[in-house]
């Protein structure tokens, strides 16, 4: 069974930097892109970053560019997103997903159930 | 940027009816197009990709139609679980999610 599990999440103020992650199992973690996908409270989803299943091919939401930084650790089967000069528009439960094909911009086949980044001074 | 539009807003319906969702692409996507489901509290569930395809153990239910601009979500015959936010997704220029459309009862 495909099991993703974010940790991580919390209240920060303004400014200040947060880094969650993901627990990957019950599949073949390195063969498999990864995503960051979020939600503000009551509001639609919103994209936020993907990694190719090695690592190298990246890209990020021009809302979080410059800010944000995924990355992956296969040996760990584990998916980190570091989040700096965070904003209070950045307060959303966070998802983390899974790509169906592999490819780097995919369909999200498998979600964890999320961990709420909550910006507030 | 592709915008993603979805249509209605909302769709009051009862069980046993049928549902059609719309989702606009601002530019074609060809048929990187995808439908998700989401119940409150919980993560969303794929049910449909590349336009038409159902996802693995979705219900013969849900049916997908659509290429270029246009999509459509059907749900043939409401069963009272199916009552939720539906989001449509492209992939065919980055990422991009619909607003989504809230179908209840």
Known sequence: EVRLVESGGGLVKPGESLIISCAASGFTFETYSMNWVRQAPGRGLEWVSSIGYSGIDIRYADSVKGRFTISRDNAKNSLSLQMNSLRAEDTAMYYCARGHYGDLFDWFDSWGQGTLVTVSS | ?105
């Not at chain 2, 996507?29 to 993560?43: E, H, I, M, T």
């Not at chain 2, 990422?95 to 209840?104: A, D, L, R």
Request: hydrophobic share 30%; charged share 20%; glycine share 8%.
């Open chain 2, 1 to 105: 940027e592709i915008v993603l539009t979805q249509s209605p807003d909302t769709l009051s319906l009862s069980p046993g009816e049928r549902a059609t969702l719309s989702c606009r692409a601002s530019q074609s996507v060809s048929s990187y197009l995808a439908w998700y489901q989401q119940k409150p509290g919980q993560a969303p569930r794929l049910l449909i990709k590349d336009a038409s395809d159902r996802a693995t153990g979705i219900p013969a239910r849900f049916s997908g139609s659509g290429s270029g601009t246009d999509f459509t979500l059907t749900i043939s015959s409401l069963e009272p679980e199916d009552f939720a936010i539906y989001y449509c997704q492209q992939r065919s220029d980055k990422i991009s999610f619909g607003p989504g459309t809230k179908v209840h009862i």
